[in-house]
């Protein structure tokens, strides 16, 4: 299969190839998303066979309009309309209970749905033109860094599906907050850009985090899996100190590119063979992805005071030094 690129002017293109049941990539504030009709079933297929998606794995349905939720949800609480009112369109995924309509298998077996109104002008055009609600997992190989550019999506997904509809650089670069609204009081299940304060702030009360997986059920499937990991091995270290040491016990010191060295603000830090690359959640995928191309051994992240206070980054940071579950 060939896979075209298509531009802005071309989504009633994009439109059709979805409509007919094939795959095509698009951009969103996040990251780009792996598009196909929420209503067609052998579509929802190939999405988990090509990403090589655990099917344990619930996808996330993209809508252009509140109107579109009622399509996939049902016995919506006014909950939900107060945060979308606050931040959509924007990277807030709600869980909301599943409308019937909507295939099990979009939300691997559970009774409930993740719905997100992305703020990219051409996602949500492409929505509109569709006429459907999209899902959208991320547009990458499962465990791959997320792709924030349509050459990310290409070197996952080259003649795989059907195209791949270009939107330049993604704004955010890191996936959206998840929040389920099932129970009484709603439980942050994903860290994204909109953060626990700005949630707490709209709501009025502090709010709990769902870590990974806990005792009994799975709240959020996705959690559990390694995630976002390049090739090599990533170590997190906390200060100046620990990084030097691990540099100075390198045994592939000096060779050229053995070593990538990742920090929030500019190291005074100079080695033939590291390179040093300014990280944030917008460079974090490509920076992976870079080090995968180059062969980069081994990736050091210097995670100081600041960079801990970013949730949605540590998080992502943190599932891709972790070991294979
Ligand atoms: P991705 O689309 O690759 O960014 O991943 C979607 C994330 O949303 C995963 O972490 C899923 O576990 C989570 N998710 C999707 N649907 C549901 C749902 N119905 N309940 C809980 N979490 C969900
Ligand atoms: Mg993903």
């Not at 531009?7 to 990251?31: C, H, K, M, N, Y």
């Not at 077996?109 to 997100?116: E, H, I, K, Q, T």
């Not at 924030?148 to 791949?164: P, Y």
């Amino acid at each position: 299969m060939q896979t075209r690129v298509l531009d802005r002017s071309e989504l009633e293109t994009a439109a059709e190839l979805i409509l007919a049941g094939q795959l095509v990539a698009f951009p969103t504030e996040t990251v780009y998303g792996l598009g196909a009709s929420v209503f067609h079933e052998e579509a929802i297929e190939s999405i988990f066979r090509v990403k090589g998606r655990p099917s344990d794995n619930p996808l996330i349905v993209h809508v252009h309009s509140l109107e579109q939720v009622k399509e996939v949800a049902r016995e919506i609480p006014p909950l939900f309309y107060q945060l979308a009112e606050a931040f959509w369109p924007g990277p807030l995924t709600c869980i909301l209970k599943r409308n019937s309509s909507v295939p099990s298998l979009v939300s691997a077996g559970l009774d409930s749905v993740a719905v997100r109104m992305p703020s990219h002008k051409t996602a949500l055009e492409l929505i509109l033109r569709a006429q459907v609600p999209l899902v959208g997992p991320s547009a990458n190989l499962s465990g791959k860094p997320s792709p924030t550019s349509v050459e990310h999506v290409l070197e996952d997904f080259k003649g795989q599906i059907a195209a791949v509809v270009d939107g330049g650089e993604s704004e955010f670069g890191i996936e959206s907050t998840v929040i389920s609204l099932l129970g009484g009081k709603p439980v942050i299940l994903r860290p994204g850009s909109i953060t626990q304060a700005c949630l707490e702030k709209i709501l009025g009360y502090s709010l709990e985090v769902e870590h990974a997986v806990t005792t009994g059920a799975v709240v959020s499937p996705g959690m559990k899996y390694r995630h976002y990991a390049p090739k090599c091995p990533i170590v997190l270290v906390d200060t100046m100190a620990q990084l030097l040491e691990q540099l100075r016990a390198q045994p592939q010191k000096g060779k050229r590119g053995s070593c990538m060295v990742l920090s929030h603000s500019a190291l005074n830090l100079k080695s033939p063979g590291i390179q040093f690359h300014l990280l944030s959640a917008k460079t974090l995928y490509s920076l992976l992805r870079r080090s995968d191309a180059e062969g980069v051994q081994v990736l050091f992240v210097l995670c100081d005071q600041q960079m801990q206070a970013d949730e949605a980054l540590m998080n992502r940071l943190m599932k891709a030094a972790s070991p294979v579950v």
